[in-house]
């Protein structure tokens, strides 16, 4: 995937920099937990999250190579961003749901 590899510094940077803007809201979110109870919500929300950046990342990059991989590449954040507050509603009821059982 010839589209992926950065043609200088600032390129690399930026490329970068969006694909980790993910796990740092993800980072910031674990750090503002204050509870147990939501931090584990939290640790869980993050480790679905870190599993699904590297499951898209390898189908895009190595198990279904395309033209648009740079595209998709580029999308992944969005759409990890995009499951970030949906994710961690889940956890929250999921946590309420069993600490109430």
Same mark, same amino acid.
């Given at each position: 995937? *010839?589209?992926?590899?950065?043609?200088? /510094?600032?390129? !690399?940077?930026?490329?970068? #920099?969006?694909?980790?803007?993910?796990? !740092?809201?993800?980072?910031?979110?674990? *750090?503002? +937990?204050?509870?147990?109870?939501? #931090?584990?919500? +939290? !640790?869980?929300?993050?480790?679905? =999250? /870190? +599993?699904?950046?590297? /499951?898209? @990342?390898?189908?895009? /990059?190595?198990? %279904?190579?395309? +033209?648009? #991989?740079?595209?998709?590449?580029?999308?992944?954040?969005?759409?990890?961003?995009?499951? @970030?507050? =949906?994710?961690?509603?889940?956890?929250?009821?999921?946590? *309420? *749901? @069993?600490? %109430?059982?």
């Amino acid at each position: 995937m *010839k589209c992926l590899e950065p043609t200088s /510094v600032v390129a !690399f940077a930026l490329f970068s #920099g969006w694909l980790s803007v993910p796990y !740092f809201m993800s980072y910031y979110m674990l *750090k503002g +937990a204050n509870d147990r109870k939501r #931090g584990a919500s +939290a !640790f869980t929300v993050c480790l679905i =999250l /870190v +599993a699904e950046g590297v /499951v898209l @990342l390898t189908d895009i /990059v190595y198990v %279904h190579p395309d +033209a648009q #991989g740079g595209i998709a590449v580029l999308m992944v954040p969005i759409l990890q961003l995009a499951s @970030l507050p =949906l994710l961690s509603r889940l956890c929250d009821w999921l946590s *309420k *749901k @069993l600490s %109430h059982s």
